[in-house]
Nanobody, 126 residues
Framework: QVQLIESGGGLVQAGGSLRLSCAASGRTSGTYIMGWFRQAPGKEREFVAA????????AFADSVKGRFTITKDNAKIAGALQMNSLKPEDTAIYYC???????????????????WGQGTQVTVSS
């Protein structure tokens, strides 16, 4: 089993930045796709960003391109989502997800991921 722990959420003013971190523990050998998703009240969980461990390839939702970056720690199964120029519409619970995979094209859909973190709240005030 794999457990994911997220950290770094909080309250920030519009235009500000936050950095979310995700660390995996348990049976973590191999290569993965790490993704970040978010869910706002009354809305479905949506894709934000993802990175392929094997190729380093990244993918981003159009709504966050140019503002968010995703990184991975090659020494361990961990990663981060750097969020800049935050907007009130970025307010949501953010989830880290992990899927064992050896592929260069990151997964972007909820059902493609097996392991999920507990979520961390990000609130952007206007």
């Amino acid at each position: 089993q794999v457990q994911l722990i997220e950290s770094g959420g909080g309250l920030v003013q519009a235009g500000g930045s936050l950095r979310l971190s995700c660390a995996a523990s348990g049976r973590t050998s191999g290569t993965y796709i790490m993704g970040w998703f978010r869910q706002a009240p009354g809305k479905e969980r949506e894709f934000v960003a993802a990175v392929s461990w094997s190729a380093g390839t990244t993918a981003f939702a159009d709504s966050v391109k140019g503002r968010f970056t995703i990184t991975k720690d090659n020494a361990k199964i961990a990663g981060a989502l750097q969020m800049n120029s935050l907007k009130p519409e970025d307010t949501a619970i953010y989830y880290c997800a992990l899927e064992p995979a050896l592929r260069s094209n990151p997964y972007t859909r909820v059902h493609e991921y097996t392991y999920w973190g507990q979520g961390t709240q990000v609130t952007v005030s206007s």
